[in-house]
């Protein structure tokens, strides 16, 4: 069959399910497959307590739990649909009990995959359950702080100064070779120890540089979920490096600056709304707006650089940020895998304009930008 027989062939296998496989074949790919699994763990409610005439005997994957669900809806479904399949979910099946009772949530284990969840679904949420999920992201929040502080932190810190001392004694810059030499004194060559009387820490370089801006543009569709939680982790803790001036703006079809939120990444979450559409040059536009000293500025872009605006615009935009002067970074993902998912077309040509292009976790990102302001 051609591509729109297929096409068609594959809406109505999803529409029928399983029992048309002997009618319309083997029509699905993978997305299709992951489509009918999202379908299937909803509508095959409808068969009530104990049925599940579609899903008997199957070598499928073990079931998926709700915030599971709720992130591959998002992911494999266009806004339109997933509308109605969170309706439905909440109105008609009740399936996200866990996102709109207060006690059940607060019995559950906090996650990458929860805290996600709760930013797709917040704005259906009351105030009592909004109030419990806003606690939930904090605890999640607070583990990924202290996972990533000391690695985005670190490109910072400056280098140790092997010539000079210091008397602040910091683990990281204690020198193990000087400490021996200062201590064989009190060698004891029966027991076979040394007594440690006197630490030697070195003193540390500040690298002089003067303060640079870092613009980070963070796409709000669905997709860029994971990314959009690291973005604002390490925004904050830009935030509080003093040879950075950290702006902080999100966007979908409209532009929200949050730099204001910077250094308080739970109130960042808690105003990202998750999905919509995309307009990456208003994006780069308001970018623009923002750089004053294009020598000491880096717009750091994080997309799958899929435009739903016009694209002449978007890469006119990204020109004259590089041509201007300062630095253009496209991040397909910002993670703990850096493992994208992008349009490669439109990835290539902001290459051709003098852009960086990739994916990173937030301690490569820390040490890009720390290379830059040296």
């Known amino acids: 069959m051609d591509e729109g027989e297929l096409i068609r062939a594959q809406r109505w296998r999803l529409t029928l399910g399983p029992e048309s496989d002997d009618a319309l074949g083997p029509c699905l790919d993978e997305t ?31 079931s998926i739990s709700v915030p599971e ?55 259906l949420m009351n105030a009592e359950v909004l109030s419990q999920a806003k606690r939930m992201v904090a605890k999640v929040v607070e583990e990924l702080m ?71 543009l963070v796409d709000e569709s669905g997709s860029m979920a994971s990314s959009v939680i690291h973005a604002a982790v390490t925004a904050s803790v830009f935030w509080g490096i003093k040879a950075l001036d950290s702006r902080l703006i999100i966007f979908d079809t409209a532009v929200v600056d949050l730099s204001d939120y910077c250094s308080d990444p739970v109130e960042t979450l808690m105003k990202v709304q998750l999905g919509g559409g995309t307009d990456i040059g208003a994006a780069l536009g308001y970018a623009l707006g923002l750089i004053e000293d294009p020598r000491r500025t880096m717009v750091v872009l994080i997309s799958d650089f899929a435009e739903g605006g016009p694209e002449r615009i978007m890469l006119e935009r990204a020109r004259a940020i590089v041509e201007g002067g300062s630095k253009l970074l496209g991040l397909a993902a910002l993670d703990d895998k850096a493992m994208p998912c992008y349009d490669r077309r439109m990835a290539e040509n902001l290459v ?4 960086e292009v990739g994916a990173m976790t937030p301690g490569q990102l820390a040490r890009w930008v720390g290379e830059k302001i040296r």
């Open 69 to 123: 669900w709720i992130n591959q809806a998002s992911e494999l479904f266009p806004t339109e649909s997933l509308e109605r399949l969170e309706r439905d979910a909440l109105e008609r099946y009740e399936l996200a009990q866990m996102l709109a009772d207060p006690e059940v949530l607060s019995r559950a284990q906090p996650s990458m995959s929860l805290l996600e969840a709760v930013l797709r679904t917040k704005n």
């Open 352 to 355: 051709r304009l003098g852009a």
């Open 32 to 62: 299709g497959r992951g489509r009918d699994r999202v379908l299937a763990f909803l509508y095959d409610r409808e068969y009530g307590p104990g049925r599940n005439t579609r899903r008997s005997g199957s070598l499928d994957p073990s």
């Open 146 to 216: 202290k996972k990533l502080s000391a690695e985005v932190r670190a490109p910072f810190s400056g280098t140790r100064d092997k010539n000079r001392r210091s008397f602040a004694k910091v683990s990281r810059n204690f020198d193990p070779r000087r400490t021996i030499g200062l201590n064989l004194k009190h060698w004891d060559p029966v027991a076979k120890r040394m007594l440690l009387e006197e630490l030697y820490f070195n003193s540390r370089v500040r690298r002089r540089a003067d303060k640079w801006r870092i613009i980070i």
